[in-house]
Nanobody, 120 residues
Framework: QVQLVESGGGLVQAGGSLRLSCAAS????????MGWYRQAPGKQRELVAA???????NYAGSVKGRFTISRDNAKTTVYLQMNSLKPEDTAVYYC??????????????WGQGTQVTVSS
């Protein structure tokens, strides 16, 4: 199995910054993509940012220029640097990692979620 452990959420004032981390471990052979999603109350889960194995990134329009996704050199930890936070960024943020296990089976794992609350 592949486990994800998230950290870094919290309460911040509008205009502030937070950095989320997500560490992947377990029977990982390869990682094809890592991403961050969020779900606000009463809304569907949406993609915030993603990074592919080759390093290309993709962002939701609402966070472009404010959020940055990155990973560590071992490529098993993904980060989301969130700057200029707005109240509408308030949500539970989930990490998602996809790839192959050491058994060469596909996996798509989710983190436990971390709450981000931005006060106005």
């Amino acid at each position: 199995q592949v486990q994800l452990v998230e950290s870094g959420g919290g309460l911040v004032q509008a205009g502030g910054s937070l950095r989320l981390s997500c560490a992947a471990s377990g029977i990982i052979f390869s990682i094809s993509a890592m991403g961050w999603y969020r779900q606000a109350p009463g809304k569907q889960r949406e993609l915030v940012a993603a990074i592919a194995s080759g390093g290309s990134t993709n962002y939701a329009g609402s966070v472009k220029g404010r959020f940055t996704i990155s990973r560590d050199n071992a490529k098993t930890t993904v980060y989301l640097q969130m700057n200029s936070l707005k109240p509408e960024d308030t949500a539970v943020y989930y990490c998602n990692v996809q790839g192959l296990t050491t058994r060469r089976t596909e996996y798509a794992s989710w983190g436990q979620g971390t709450q981000v609350t931005v006060s106005s």
